[in-house]
């Protein structure tokens, strides 16, 4: 993966004095419910810059890279979670990732959105109706399970938080923020995952409810200075909050030029003639969960594609 330049100079002048992206993880209620909190303003930064993205795209991306990444909170070694929207708005749809190490990955469909007139159109209008898909992978049994439902507010802050509920019995509450300043750039970004364990109370989940209904906007909260541990214990005082851990997480891909040139080497014999008829040089390779692109020189694509082998 290649970082692209960050180009919000405003956000840059001012993260020397935020706290860095984490994620940390607690308790609340005397252990009846588990929460985590994300700082994720560098992360959504590096992902508007390196997926070349606008105002409303930012925000959809966004806040699912800040949904997987507290997901990702209670993964065991070697799991992955993923979250898959397919929708028939001008998004299209998306696809985000999270390991256990807390890297975040994803794409749109459709980047940029074709929106008729974003200006008239709510967050529910560029999904439209569609399925969010969950799945959760351990990458060495590679034995997935996938949940679905379909879009029920076209907003992964509420639809995530549906899916627990309807799906895994389990009461959960989303706050997912990008905060943007005037002129469209991030500021900054975080997001809240809190759910009820069994046998959680009525009265402990109404109390927690009417929290979250008046907590102010994270992105605001760490682009201002405010730290994780300073927003748990003011926001969720009435909760007992307790901290558990704390851990990294990024926007980070895997990928490297290395691995496609790998992939490019064992296309079959007949698209490797086909690329060398049609003249198809230099080589591109754009990966889509990052935005990177590898250029294959036509020396480079010549050698990949003829060793070992005579062409026709």
Not at 19 to 33: A, C, H, I, P, Y
Not at 49 to 56: D, E, Y
């Amino acid at each position: 993966m290649v970082k692209r330049k960050i180009e919000n100079l405003l956000f840059l002048e001012n993260y020397p004095n935020m706290e860095k992206d984490k994620l940390t993880s607690f308790l609340l209620g005397g252990g009846k419910m588990r929460a985590v909190l994300c700082n994720g303003s560098l992360m959504v930064n590096q992902m508007r810059a390196n997926h070349q993205l606008q105002i409303a795209e930012t925000l959809i991306l966004g806040r699912n890279f800040l949904a997987a990444s507290l997901l990702s909170a209670n993964l065991k070694e070697e799991d992955l979670i993923k979250i898959q929207i397919d929708c028939n708005g001008p998004l299209g749809g998306l696809n985000v990732e999270a390991d256990f190490r807390h890297n975040v990955r994803g794409y749109l469909l459709n980047n940029p959105v074709n929106a008729p007139d974003p200006g008239s159109m709510t967050l529910s209008d560029y999904f439209g109706a569609g399925v969010l898909s969950y799945t959760r992978l351990n990458r060495i049994t590679n034995k997935p399970f996938t949940g679905k439902i379909e879009l029920q507010y076209g907003n992964t802050t509420h639809d995530l938080a549906y899916y627990f509920t309807a799906s895994e019995q389990l009461a959960t509450a989303f706050k997912l923020d990008v905060a943007f300043s005037d002129d469209g750039n991030v500021k900054g970004a975080g997001g809240l995952l809190i759910q009820a364990l069994p046998g959680t109370d009525e009265e402990l989940l109404v109390e927690a409810e009417s929290i979250i209904a008046e907590l102010p906007s994270l992105g605001q909260w760490f682009a201002g200075g405010g730290t994780s541990e300073d927003f748990i214990g003011e926001k969720m005082a009435s909760l007992q909050p307790q901290i558990l851990a704390e851990s990294p997480t990024e926007f980070y891909c895997p990928c490297e030029k290395e691995r496609i040139r790998v992939h490019i080497g064992a296309l079959p014999d007949e698209d490797k003639e086909d690329i060398i008829r049609k003249n198809e040089f230099p080589i591109q390779s754009v990966c889509h969960n990052c935005g990177t692109s590898y250029l294959f020189s036509w020396e480079e694509s010549m050698e990949l594609l003829t060793r070992g082998r005579k062409l026709q």
